[in-house]
């Protein structure tokens, strides 16, 4: 006969299980978000240029201005 005791010790794992859970999540969210915001930094600034005029975010005038501005450095 087990008791209160069998099931505080069931309910003790399961929440240590959570926890765990819990932190590995969070663990792999952050390192999501570090690893994408590194994708982006290893793009040239002509490369990010051209992804924005291609998706209409500039005019035309606004690339070619920026592009002249990008090569002279």
């Given at each position: ?65 920026q592009r002249?501005?990008?090569e002279k450095?």
């Amino acid at each position: 006969m087990m008791g209160n005791g069998g099931s505080m010790l069931f309910g003790s794992v399961f929440m240590w299980v959570v926890w765990i859970l819990i932190f590995v999540g969070l663990f792999y969210l952050v390192k999501a978000s570090l690893r994408s915001s590194d994708d982006y930094s290893q793009e040239s600034a002509l490369e990010i240029l051209k992804k924005r005029y291609a998706r209409g975010e500039i005019s035309e005038e606004q690339f070619i201005e920026q592009r002249k501005e990008i090569e002279k450095k």
